[in-house]
């Protein structure tokens, strides 16, 4: 029997980069999911981290549910696909990394794309909003089929060395 | 080697209904995966879910959501289905939504967990909620029943997947 979650590609960093593109997405597969371990040189705590499809910047709509430690929110956003606090920023305690995991289901399907993202941005801080959980649903408003993926982020030059995106496919056949 | 993570069955609405069920599951693995991507005919609606046709009121829930403006958290305790998704519900066309629903130690003897995932994102509406669901039984679950009030568009589909630990 095939394999149903397979790994397509993987990019850690041992160098600083300002994207990660996984291409020519084979037409293989049913879902696709997407894992980062990310952390930028934003400025800040935390950084914007987001994907984009087909190299399109348009026809991307999110809300998420946020906890901060102190209080939770909801809101929307406008960048990509994205967890709005997924990534650890500069000034983020050392060593510490983001976790996003993006899932897309029926990324070949001729509809609109919903997506599902968790991203958490744990920073060992009693400061307010320096750690931060959230989920999010996100929508291409696009039919055509998904075959490159790029991640970005929003602040930062960077991504640093040690982050680590990883791409996998499930096959429900 | 037997795999860790494989799909059981999918199905795919080739006309409109109201639910998806599968049955016969075996004890084989250790968890279950539902992954549902569903259209709703004539207003966004919820999607329930129950255990080997347990219609009783054994189920409660409690859940986080967000609707892009406020954020909420609610439980409802004595329900005969675990509610999916509120704020989240599944829209209508053009849009899809997404919904996971894991399913821990489904085939043992004590009372019964999940974590569910619903992603309505509507490009101005809908939103998005995170669901701990408890089903009150000690009984293997050997059925899962994913259902609405209204009809879901052709083309929802729901796979199941097994994930074994060993």
Redesign the interface.
Same mark, same amino acid.
């Given at each position: 029997?095939p $394999?149903?979650?397979t790994l397509i590609s993987s990019n850690v960093l041992s160098s600083s980069a300002a994207s990660i593109t996984f291409s020519s997405i084979p037409a293989t597969y049913?879902?696709l999911v997407v894992r980062a371990s990310a952390r930028t040189d934003s400025a800040s705590s935390r950084d914007a981290i987001y994907i984009e499809f087909n190299g399109s910047g348009s026809s991307y709509?999110?809300?998420?549910?946020?906890?901060t430690s102190t209080l $939770?929110?909801?809101?929307?956003y406008a960048f990509g696909i994205a967890s709005p606090r997924g990534a650890d920023g500069a000034t983020a305690t050392s060593n510490t990394f983001g976790s996003v995991e993006w899932?897309i289901?029926?990324y070949l399907a001729s509809?609109?794309?919903?997506?599902?993202v968790?991203g958490v941005q744990e920073n060992n801080t009693t400061t307010a909003n320096d750690a931060n959980i959230e989920?999010?649903?996100?929508?291409w408003?696009n039919s055509a089929a998904i075959t490159s993926i790029v991640i970005k982020k929003v602040d930062g030059t960077n991504f640093v060395s040690g982050s680590s995106f990883y791409l996998y496919g499930?096959?429900? $056949? | 080697m037997p795999?860790?993570?494989?799909?059981i069955a999918?199905t795919t609405l080739g006309s409109a209904q109201n639910n998806i069920t599968f049955t016969s599951i075996g004890s084989g693995y250790t968890d279950l995966r539902i992954?549902f991507?569903g259209q709703t005919q004539t207003s966004a609606q919820t999607v329930f879910l129950q255990y080997n046709a347990d219609t009783g009121f054994n189920y409660s829930n409690t859940v986080?959501?967000?609707?892009?403006?406020?954020?909420a958290?609610y439980r409802n305790t004595g329900n005969n289905n675990i509610e999916g998704a509120t704020r989240?519900p599944v829209p209508v066309s053009?849009?899809?939504?997404?919904y996971?629903f894991d399913i821990f130690s489904y085939a043992g003897s004590t009372y019964k967990t999940c974590l569910i995932?619903?992603?309505?994102?509507?490009?101005?509406s809908?939103?998005?909620?995170?669901n701990v669901g408890l089903w009150r039984s000690t009984s293997a679950i050997t059925s899962v029943k994913i259902f609405n009030t209204n009809n879901w568009s052709t083309?929802t589909?729901a796979?199941l997947?097994g994930i074994l630990k060993a």
């Open positions: 029997m $394999a149903t979650y049913t879902d709509s999110n809300t998420f549910v946020r906890g $939770a929110t909801s809101g929307t899932y289901p029926n509809t609109n794309k919903p997506v599902s968790f989920a999010v649903a996100g929508l408003s499930i096959s429900n $056949a | 795999a860790t993570y494989e799909k999918t992954v991507v986080i959501s967000g609707n892009g403006s406020t954020a958290s989240a053009p849009n899809w939504g997404l996971t995932t619903a992603n309505g994102d509507a490009n101005g809908g939103g998005v909620d995170y083309g589909t796979t997947y």
